[in-house]
C-alpha cells in the first residue's frame, strides 16, 4: 500500500448507471463512509446540468478537487471511504488518487440500458440528454495502469452489489488495509 490512509472506493460510471445506490450499498457492506459526489458540486454545475448543458473540464476540475479532498479527509484515519463519482476520464482520475489508495468501480453497461433506467428516474438534474456527451467523454480505465474493477449493469442491483463486494474483498488494495 502507498501509504497509510485507508481505502477509497471509487463507484464510477455514466449517469444513470446506478452509481449511487451500489455506492450507498457497497459502504454499507463494508461498514464504510458514503459519499455521493454530486452533493458536492457547486450550484453551477447543477445549473447547467439541469439545463441540458454538457459540463466542461474547467467545470468540473473545482468539483473533483472537491471530491478528492473529501475523500482524502475520510481514509486519513486509515478507514474505508465508498464515493460515487463518474471520474469519467484518466484525468479526472488521476487527480482524485491524490486522495491516496484509490481503487475504481467501474460500473458498465450499454447505452440503450442506461439510457432505459435514466429514463424511468425522477427527481435527478442529469437529464437523459446529457448521457451521449458522458458515453463521448468516458475513457474507459485499464486495469493493466489503473486499479479497477469493472462490474457489468445487466443484473439488477443486487447481483451487481455482490459481484462489487466480491471482487472489491479480493483486490491487493483491500487486503493490505
Known amino acids: 500500500m502507498s501509504d497509510s490512509r485507508g481505502l477509497v472506493i471509487v463507484v464510477m460510471g455514466v449517469s444513470g448507471c446506478g452509481k449511487s445506490g451500489v455506492a450507498s450499498l457497497l459502504a454499507k457492506k463494508l461498514s464504510a463512509h458514503f459519499k455521493d459526489a454530486d452533493e458536492l458540486h457547486s450550484p453551477e454545475n447543477i445549473r447547467r446540468m439541469s439545463a441540458g448543458i454538457a459540463l466542461t473540464d474547467r467545470d468540473r476540475q473545482p468539483w473533483l478537487e472537491s471530491v478528492a479532498i473529501y475523500a482524502n479527509d475520510h481514509s486519513a484515519s486509515?478507514?474505508?471511504?465508498?464515493?460515487?463519482?463518474?471520474?469519467?476520464?484518466?484525468?479526472?482520475?488521476?487527480?482524485?488518487?491524490?486522495?491516496?489508495?484509490?481503487?475504481?468501480?467501474?460500473?458498465?453497461?450499454?447505452?440503450?440500458?442506461?439510457?432505459?433506467?435514466?429514463?424511468?428516474?425522477?427527481?435527478?438534474?442529469?437529464?437523459?440528454?446529457?448521457?451521449?456527451?458522458?458515453?463521448?467523454?468516458?475513457?474507459?480505465?485499464?486495469?493493466?495502469?489503473?486499479?479497477?474493477?469493472?462490474?457489468?449493469?445487466?443484473?439488477?442491483?443486487?447481483?451487481?452489489?455482490?459481484?462489487?463486494?466480491?471482487?472489491?474483498?479480493?483486490?491487493?488494495?483491500?487486503?493490505?488495509?
Open 78 to 177: 486509515g478507514a474505508i471511504c465508498v464515493v460515487a463519482c463518474s471520474a469519467l476520464k484518466q484525468e479526472y482520475r488521476r487527480l482524485l488518487n491524490e486522495a491516496g489508495n484509490v481503487l475504481y468501480v467501474h460500473l458498465h453497461g450499454s447505452p440503450a440500458l442506461i439510457r432505459g433506467r435514466m429514463s424511468k428516474r425522477g427527481g435527478h438534474f442529469m437529464p437523459e440528454d446529457l448521457l451521449d456527451s458522458q458515453f463521448a467523454t468516458l475513457e474507459i480505465p485499464d486495469p493493466a495502469t489503473e486499479s479497477v474493477i469493472t462490474v457489468d449493469i445487466t443484473g439488477g442491483i443486487e447481483h451487481v452489489v455482490s459481484s462489487a463486494e466480491s471482487s472489491v474483498r479480493q483486490h491487493t488494495l483491500f487486503l493490505s488495509i
